[in-house]
């Protein structure tokens, strides 16, 4: 017998206004369970959206460009019991990175942050005492921008409601005002015709990788940032994992020394909490966290993410060693959520399977401070009586000089430094 089946959007993560990049199917496909049926696009990664039921597609209630949320209609599927003998809740989404995906400079908003509100030279008057008239969803989307909706005194909808378009009109006429006033402005670059030169392609860039540049422009602006560059002598250390993993059978998850780095990374936090911590929106408080969450950044082809391993000063390097394997198999299988990118205390950009000798990683805001490894190599090292060969480590901390000074970065760093060079320092 058959049956008409409705597949909605399923829980996401309490993300909404989730853009529809492709639909996939149309009335009278024929579709298979779990079949992709369109890609979604959040500011965190593209996710598949999979059938939830098998049989022939009815009709389909969104196009490209469209919004979802979750429980949003997408589809009405016709099927039969045989194609559907076992009924299955609806799976969630599958965010769609990249297979095999390597740690490189990261980028934020994998946290849910309250922006910092606009300067009064931006948000503009008095605030109105009324309630403003506007759905939960305007209402976030001024938060993200740092706006104050209430200042909005009157909206293009129904009954004066203020929609989207009313919150970028009001953001674009007070930042107006306040170059012309003040004289601030940064300005914009200006527009060049390349064809003229030769002939070109024209790439549109995902909406991650648009989000990130604006908010790594907006760190870059805000935030006095100072990168502090040392060397770690890692050579007992890496005989000692290499010794670990001899031990272990070819089925066995191998250990890296990213886990060491991260176990490292955290004893130092613990001596010095203000690198575990993040400045209130006004300036005025430091909050200090008491759980320890490290964020990896991973380079993926829609750009960067950062998922997060949690409570990592509860975990010994085995357990920590298989959660990683975990996040990367779940990124390879397309299965990272939102949640697994949130409430990070301070991210590591590992680019040492690539090289390099140094970089500036830019703070993964809110967060306090970004640790950079790149590519360890053999080096001479006088003893005091001799030069000896020293696996060394190439490290790179980036702070917010509003909450860090320099010395407390840089014995932050020897911190570091000394649980890497004699790892056990990690069991006092």
Not at 224 to 251: G, Q, W
Request: aromatic share 4%.
């Amino acid at each position: 017998m058959a049956a008409l089946i409705e597949i909605k959007v399923p829980d996401v993560g309490n993300v909404a206004d989730i853009d529809v990049v492709d639909v996939l199917v149309k009335p009278g496909d024929q579709i298979k369970l779990e079949q992709t049926l369109a890609v979604l696009e959040t500011d965190k990664a593209s996710m598949d959206l999979p059938s939830s039921a098998a049989g022939t597609v009815q009709e389909v209630f969104i196009k490209p460009g469209d919004k979802v949320s979750e429980g949003t209609l997408i589809a009405t599927v016709l099927a039969s019991a045989e194609e559907n003998s076992v009924a299955k809740p609806e799976q969630p989404l599958q965010e769609a990175v990249a297979p095999a995906p390597a740690p490189v400079a990261p980028v934020s908003e994998p946290v849910v942050i309250k922006p910092e509100p606009l300067p009064e030279t931006v948000t503009g008057g008095s605030v109105s005492s009324a309630a403003a008239h506007a759905t939960p969803a305007v209402r976030l989307f001024a938060r993200e921008l740092g706006v104050d909706i209430h200042k909005i005194t009157t909206g293009g909808g129904r009954k004066g409601r203020i929609l989207k378009d009313d919150v970028k009109n009001f953001v674009k006429k007070v930042m107006a005002e306040g170059t012309a006033q003040s004289g601030t402005g940064i300005p914009s670059m200006p527009s060049v015709d390349f064809s003229q030169f030769g002939d070109i392609e024209e790439q549109k860039l995902s909406k991650i990788k648009r989000l990130t540049g604006q908010n790594l422009s907006r760190v870059w602006l805000n935030l006095p940032m100072v990168t502090y560059h040392d060397e770690a002598d890692i050579t007992e250390m890496e005989a000692f994992r290499v010794a670990l993993n001899a031990e272990k059978s070819k089925d066995d998850v191998k250990i890296t020394g990213l886990v060491f780095i991260i176990k490292a990374l955290v004893s130092a936090m613990e001596q010095f909490p203000q690198f575990n911590a993040s400045l209130s929106a006004d300036g005025e408080k430091l909050i200090l966290k008491k759980y320890f969450n490290i964020g990896i950044a991973v380079d993926t082809p829609n750009g960067l993410v950062v998922p997060v391993l949690r409570d990592v000063n509860r975990k010994g390097i085995n357990e920590l060693t298989a959660e990683l394997a975990e996040k990367s198999n779940k990124a390879r299988l397309g299965k990272l959520m939102p949640a697994d990118m949130q409430g990070g205390c301070i991210t590591i950009s590992s680019l040492g399977g690539i090289g390099g000798t140094a970089f500036t990683p830019i703070v993964n805001a809110p967060e306090v401070a970004i640790f950079g490894v790149t590519r360890a190599k053999m080096q001479p090292v006088w003893n005091g009586k001799e030069f000896m060969p020293r696996l060394m480590l190439p490290l790179d901390l980036t702070y917010d000089h509003r909450v860090i000074d320099g010395v407390e970065g840089a014995r932050f760093m020897a911190a570091i430094k000394q649980y890497l060079g004699d790892i056990r320092r990690l069991l006092l």
